[in-house]
RNA sequence: GGGCGCGUAGCUCAGCGGCAGAGCACUCGCUUCACACGCGAGGGGUCACAGGUUCAAUCCCUGUCGCGCCCA
């Protein structure tokens, strides 16, 4: 985190951190401007410098005319603007008659034109190039050149040449030959009177009033002023709206300008080349993987980083400067003060380059200078290179590829194995958030009302495929009754004395519903892992929720309820209390990762009685649960908790219809449950269904409910009819798929299997429901 | 202008070749002895549009429209 971070966050984040479970290890806090951080700085800045990575040049930067600092493209974002577009004529030199009309979003520029860009192929203006105009309200002679930069289906065809001001127009310029005349001060105002540069080219080198009113000016109001002039000259073409983008400066707000100024910049290039084989090769995977694209064509089209700021705070340049302005780039200014000396000759006074770096610069070494480089600590050859960075995607290329860069240029291989792009949280209407819009969610406010588990909860379990995220409270509030329900399982197993048991082994349990239970809970187990280790986050999110919630409490409580509830002890009340127990701590483990504190909290809660815990949750070993699956108990589970049993009256008489023994020894199990579920009076068994009965078909098995004068007869056979309607529609869809022969041909056999056993099952469904429809009648 | 991505239930989003899913919202019924931040039963989708590939397309390909983001 760089100086401004540390002054507007550091007192938010600690507050923050606890809350949202960061684990961090508060005695190794770093901070860039730390001494031992601050050598590394140093180090790098020298040791690019003498492999002449590092150095100083004089060209156009991104200007903030507001925080008067250079700043790196990365720091630029376009503002679309609804401006205007200005055309002006300029008169040719040997006859005013004939004029050039040039278009412009920035008319105060014009101050600073040096030449006048046609397309060499453009028929209007192909006879003017080589001939000079006279740049209106300035007088200076320019050129009009060709250059393929000037594009003949954009405006007048024509652009004027802004060398100073604009970094098109400098490459134009460039190429021509064309002077720099820089008419902007550092604080964008118009700077012309005694300025060399723009007195140069004017007749007599003596600024007419109407130029001089024009000095010292706020670019924005120079520019009305020079419109007018036009204007008044009879050489304001016309005004057309325009809508285009404006560089803006991300921390000032303000327009940049591109200013002619020496600065630092480092050839990124070569590291560059580096981090992208790192990447190429695997030795870096991104996480996303289409985020690699991404990386690659930024990298690939990488400029010189221009590090150096005029502010007052930062590392401040190691760079030293004789009488003469040469630089001496060295550690400390004793060593500076030898470099300069052997150049000279003799000592001389030295003047520190009082520029600082980009706070990226730092950040930049973060993985190795927090570990105590350039010093060769046990730290550095502990953690370096690391495995995973998890960090926001706006940051791929501000942090992570120069973390890479450097990493691979110092220390040799790059800094991560994997790197973890999630999204962004956005507000609710899905605009980022910004302190400047003022639509920041803080999640202290989210916590409050919500919960610290619920908020991480959520955003694990919307962080699918780094994508954004829009924060939906909604989702929140979800989570957070989904942390009352484990608290209210938690608090039946309490009640009903489900304490854990000293060396309970899930493999030797002998009631069915145990060992259903014990088997869905090694299956979430695995696919919380699964989602985990694959970055998965929502996917483990998700099954640990199916689990708690779909599984566990809606069905194994519920079945649980009869045997636990029951008179008396017994030793399948023992067995079903130790794996309620259980499996409340698988629960606990699974999801520890997405609700740490209340699963720490329900961990302490449980661990007061029984056998006594050997520490904290987080520590705890992730549950090891294999060879649970239990097929047998699944089926036998499946039927019981079958939904549609009951007939949504209460007290009912169910009848099975020519149930077979399995069936039958099944249903004695579960009598007390399925009758509970059913809301039936009590289940019975009969070779024919009894008279006027609603019968429906669950699992192959029909079930009659003898209703005689409790529902509407008629309601019901509609019912059925509707069901039978549908099963055709099924049957005669999948029939057709069976009938194409190059479905049979083609097809893999388990899919033509599959649709065989749907049409049977359909077929066999249908046959069952006519036998009711007759009954019913 | 170039690149990347997204358009799936009213909303927020999963799924990504072989019967369209979740949460929230909605409708109906429940003071069921863990839980109304709950329980049960429902309704709701030409998976943006148009072509193509395939035995089979929400999923793959091409184009169109709409919406984001990144880079010029």
């Known amino acids: 985190m760089g100086v401004e971070g540390r002054e507007r966050r550091h007192h938010r984040q600690p507050a923050q951190a606890p809350w949202c479970l960061l684990r961090l290890e508060s005695r190794a806090e770093r901070f860039t401007m730390d001494p031992g951080l601050s050598d590394a700085v140093l180090k790098v800045f ?3 410098h003498r492999k002449g990575m590092i150095y100083k040049a004089r060209r156009l930067v991104n200007w903030d005319p507001k925080l008067l600092t250079a700043i790196s493209d990365l720091e630029v974002e376009p503002r679309e603007v609804k401006g205007q577009m200005w055309y002006f004529d300029y008169p040719l030199a040997d006859d005013p008659e004939v004029k050039i009309t040039v278009g412009t979003t920035r008319p105060e520029t014009m101050l600073g034109d040096t030449g006048i860009a ?15 105009v006279r740049l209106p309200l300035v007088g200076r002679l320019i050129p009009v050149v060709a250059d393929a930069y000037s594009d003949p289906e954009k405006g007048s065809g024509a652009v004027k040449i802004t060398p100073a001001h ?20 550092a604080d964008a105002r118009i700077t012309i009177d005694g300025n060399p540069d723009f007195t140069t080219g004017i007749p007599g080198g003596v600024l007419a009033d109407e130029l001089r009113h024009l000095d010292g000016l706020d670019r924005f109001e ?9 204007e008044e000259h009879g050489l304001l073409q016309k005004i057309e709206p325009n809508a285009h983008a404006v560089p803006h400066g991300d921390r000032s707000g303000v327009p940049i300008e591109p200013w002619l100024t020496d600065q630092w910049y480092v050839d990124v290039r070569p590291m560059a080349e580096k981090a992208m084989a790192a990447v190429r090769e695997g030795r870096t995977r991104l996480h996303p993987s289409e985020r690699e694209k991404i990386f690659f064509q930024w990298m690939e089209n990488i400029e010189p980083w221009c590090v150096s700021r005029q502010l007052w705070w930062g590392h401040q340049i190691p760079a030293w400067y004789g009488p003469d302005g040469t630089p001496f780039v060295a550690l400390d200014e004793v060593a500076a003060q030898v470099e300069a000396t052997a150049h000279y000759g003799a000592p001389v006074k030295l003047e520190r380059d009082p520029d600082v770096l980009d706070t990226w610069f730092s950040s930049a070494l973060w993985p190795f200078s927090t570990l105590g480089w350039p010093q060769d600590t046990p730290e550095l050859a502990k953690f370096y290179p690391t495995s995973t960075l998890v960090t926001a995607a706006d940051i791929l290329f501000f942090w992570v590829a120069r973390m890479m860069m450097m990493g691979t240029e110092f220390m040799g291989q790059t800094p991560f194995a994997d790197v973890i792009l ?22 202290l406010t989210v916590i409050d009302q919500y919960g610290a588990d619920a908020m991480r909860f959520t955003l694990a379990a919307m962080a699918s495929s780094g994508r954004d995220i829009k924060l939906s409270m909604a989702r929140v509030e979800g989570y957070r009754n989904f942390a009352t329900k484990i608290w209210n399982a938690a608090r039946f197993a309490e009640m009903n004395g489900c304490l854990r048991v000293a060396g309970f082994d899930p493999h030797m349990v002998c009631e069915t519903l145990n060992q259903w239970v014990l088997g869905e809970a090694a299956r ?8 985990i280790e694959a970055y998965r986050f929502n996917d483990a999110a998700d099954a640990a929720y199916r689990f708690v919630w779909g599984t566990f409490c809606d069905w194994y409580v519920e079945l649980s309820k009869p045997v636990l509830q029951a008179e008396g002890d017994s030793a399948a ?49 992730w549950p090891e649960l294999t060879g649970l699956e239990n097929a047998a108990a699944e089926a036998e589970i499946g039927f019981v908790g079958e939904r549609d049993l ?21 249903v004695g199990r579960w009598e007390a449950m399925i009758a509970r579920q059913a809301r039936a009076s009590s289940i019975g068994f009969a070779e024919n269904a009894p008279p006027q009965s609603a019968q429906i078909v669950v699992r192959g098995e029909t079930i009659a409910m003898p209703l005689a004068g409790l529902i509407d007869l008629g309601a019901e056979t509609l019912r059925l009819n509707k069901e039978l309607a549908k099963l055709d529609g099924e049957i005669g869809g999948v029939e057709r798929k069976l009938a194409n022969t190059e479905f049979i041909a083609k097809a893999p056999e388990e899919v033509i299997e599959e649709n065989r056993e749907r049409i049977a099952e359909a077929r066999a469904r249908q046959a069952k429901i006519r036998d009711a429809l007759t009954r019913l009648g």
Do not use: Y
């Open 422 to 443: 999630h999204g962004i949280v956005r507000d609710e209407k899905g605009k980022k958030m910004s302190k400047t819009t003022g639509n920041v969610i803080d999640p």
């Open 118 to 132: 046609v397309h060499p192929e453009d028929e209007r203006w192909k006879r003017l190039i080589g001939k000079m």
């Open 166 to 185: 604009d970094f098109n127009d400098f490459e134009v310029g460039k190429r021509h030959n064309l002077p720099l005349v820089n008419v902007l001060t």
């Open 524 to 531: 979430a187990a695995r696919e919380v892992a699964a989602g």
């Open 222 to 230: 120079a520019r009305k002023r020079v419109v007018a002039w036009f």
């Open 46 to 48: 020298v040791e690019l």
């Open 573 to 621: 009340k023992d067995e079903t209390r130790a794996t309620v127990a259980f499996v409340i701590d698988v629960i606990a483990s699974l999801l520890h990762p997405f609700m740490p504190f209340m699963t720490e909290e329900l961990w302490a809660v449980k661990g007061e009685a029984g056998p006594a815990r050997t520490g904290l949750l987080c520590h705890a070993d």
């Open 646 to 666: 009951g007939s949504g009256l209460q007290q009912v008489l169910l009848v099975l219809v020519g149930a077979s023994d399995g069936t039958r020894a099944i």
